[in-house]
């Protein structure tokens, strides 16, 4: 037997731990580009609160857009990663549970195509084709892809969660729900809690409420 393979047989215990730590570090970089994603959708949407707060500041909506976008594209990398690496895209796999609660992965299957329709329509180009009404109308979708996302990363693994990219994830979400909640009771309240924005604030927030009670209560 040559002696490189000797060597390897003899060594089988540090082979077999290095192909451990490769496979973690490839695991930690699918984790990582979720961190990402969620952290820059974050972001983007704390920044269109920031510019209620202060609209001197929405002369930087192309900062918003960037956030946006740069997020899609971890979400796309990180997606591609997943079903690759951890699940040989084997889809029934992923797929084997539909309950979102106990496979979160069907939350990430709701949001990736409003995440999509996002992206694909941030330019100058969607807006002037569509009109800034059906344009900002399609965008409001973007509540419900967070909605999904939030939950997702929430459920996926907990304790990946506890380190300092996690709390940053979880403070910007804060934030976002924060500024969220707080802009929809000033802007539904001059105009007296009617219209179709009150209308979709409402469904948010009762989805929200009936999904965490779900998740940690029943």
């Known amino acids: 037997m040559p002696k490189l393979f000797e060597g390897a047989r003899k060594n089988w215990k540090f082979v077999f731990a290095f192909l451990v730590f490769s496979l ?29 707060f202060r609209p001197a500041l929405a002369k930087y909506w192309h900062v918003r857009r960037s956030l946006g976008v740069a997020g899609f594209a971890f979400i796309v990398v990180h997606i591609s990663a997943a079903t690759n690496l951890i699940y040989n895209f084997n889809l029934a796999l992923m797929y084997s549970v539909l309950d979102p609660f106990q496979n979160p992965l069907v939350f990430s299957a709701l949001a990736y195509p409003i995440f999509f329709l996002m992206a694909l329509t941030s330019t100058d180009w969607a807006v002037q084709k569509l009109g800034f009404a059906k344009w900002k109308a399609i965008h409001r979708l973007v509540y419900f892809a967070f909605l999904f996302s939030v939950f997702h990363f929430i459920l996926i693994n907990p304790p990946t969660l506890m380190n300092l990219a996690g709390y940053l994830l979880l403070a910007l979400t804060a934030l976002v729900l924060a500024g969220e909640l707080y802009w929809f009771i000033k802007i539904s309240s001059k105009n007296r809690f009617s219209g179709k924005g009150t209308i979709v604030g409402v469904i948010l927030i009762v989805l929200y409420i009936l999904f965490a009670y779900i998740a940690f209560f029943s």
């Open 24 to 52: 973690l570090f490839w695991l930690s970089i699918v984790r990582s580009l979720g961190f990402s994603a969620a952290t820059f959708i974050s972001a983007s949407l704390l920044t269109s609160i920031v510019f209620k």
